[in-house]
C-alpha cells in the first residue's frame, strides 16, 4: 500500500488503492487542478479540499511506502519533504529513508554511520561524493538529512549506479556483465498503456534534445538538461525486448534507461520493507524522488 505525496498543481491519483496529496508550491496549475487556493506548502487531498497534519498522518498509517515528490531544485519541496518525516517519526512509526539520489547499497556504509552519530551532517556531503553522484546543491537536501540525524533513522539509496546506466545506453543489456549485471533489477515491468502513450507523445515533442544529450553518455545523468527534464518530470519505463532497441534506436534507448531508473528504485524500497518491518504495520519506507516518479501512480508505485 502507497501513499503518494506530490508537489502543486498535479493531479494526483493514489497508488494501489490508497489515497494521495498534493503540497501546495503557491500557484501552479496542472490538468484537472482547479486554481490554487492554498499558501506554499500546504497539503490538499484529491478534489482541492485542504488537509493537516492529522488527515497525513492518517493516510500514512494505512501505507507501507510514501512517495514523496520533488522538483529537485525546489527549496520548498524539500521543507514539506523533512516535515512529513518529521511527523511520522513524532507519531512513532520511525520510517526508513530512501533516495533516489544516491544509488543503492554503495553508500550504506557512510549513510549508517551517519545515522548513527559517527559521521556529521557537514561531513556527509564528501562521504557521499554528493557533488559528482547527484549535482544539485547538497543545501537543498540538508533538511530531511537533518530530521535523519535527529532520530536516528536509516537512510539509503535507491537507484541504479551511473556506470551502469551508461554501459547500458551504450551497449544495451546484453552487454551488462559481471559486477554490474548484478546491478539490474531483476525483472523489467512494462508501462501501463495510459503511460506509455502520453510518454510518446512526450518523447515527439523532445526527441531531438533527449537524443542529443543521450548520445553526450560521457555526462552524469544528472548534468543533461535533456535527460533531467525527462528523470525528474516524465517517467518512462518500458521494456527493450523489441528489434529497435537493439538497432539502438533514440526512444527505446530512452525507455529502457528510465525503466531501469524506476524500476530499480522499486525493488530496492521493497528490500528496504522486508528488511526493517517484515512483520504487517511495521516501518514504512518514505522515498523522496523526482515527482515524474510516481505522478498518477506510474513508475515507482506501479512496480
Known sequence: RALVVLRG???VRGAGGSGGLRASAGGERGPGCPAPRYGPGRLVLPGGAGADDQDFLRLASK?????????????LDHEVQAKLLELLTAEGRRPVLGLEMLPRQRYDRPLAAFSKGRTSLDELPSRLDWRQTWGFDFSLYAPIFA?????????????????????????????????????????????????????EEFFRMHSGMIAGRQAA????????????????????PASNRGPAARRGDPFE?????????????????????????PHKNGRPVVVAVGSGHVEHGHGIAHR
Open 147 to 199: 530530521v535523519a540525524e535527529r532520530y536516528s533513522l536509516p537512510v539509503h539509496g535507491l537507484n541504479i549506479p551511473n556506470e551502469v546506466r551508461l554501459g547500458v545506453s551504450r551497449n544495451g543489456l546484453a552487454a551488462v556483465s559481471g559486477r554490474e549485471k548484478r546491478e539490474l533489477p531483476r525483472s523489467i515491468i512494462p508501462p501501463l498503456p495510459e503511460q506509455r502513450r502520453k510518454l
Open 63 to 75: 501505507a507501507d511506502y510514501i512517495l514523496i515528490g520533488e522538483r529537485h531544485d525546489n527549496p
Open 9 to 11: 498543481g498535479l493531479h
Open 253 to 277: 534507448r530512452f525507455l529502457l534507461i528510465q525503466s531501469l531508473w524506476d524500476i530499480t528504485m522499486a525493488e530496492q524500497a521493497y528490500s528496504l520493507r522486508r528488511t526493517y518491518a
Open 217 to 236: 553518455s560521457d555526462m552524469p545523468l544528472k548534468a543533461q538538461p535533456g535527460v533531467v527534464q525527462a528523470s525528474e518530470d516524465r517517467p518512462v
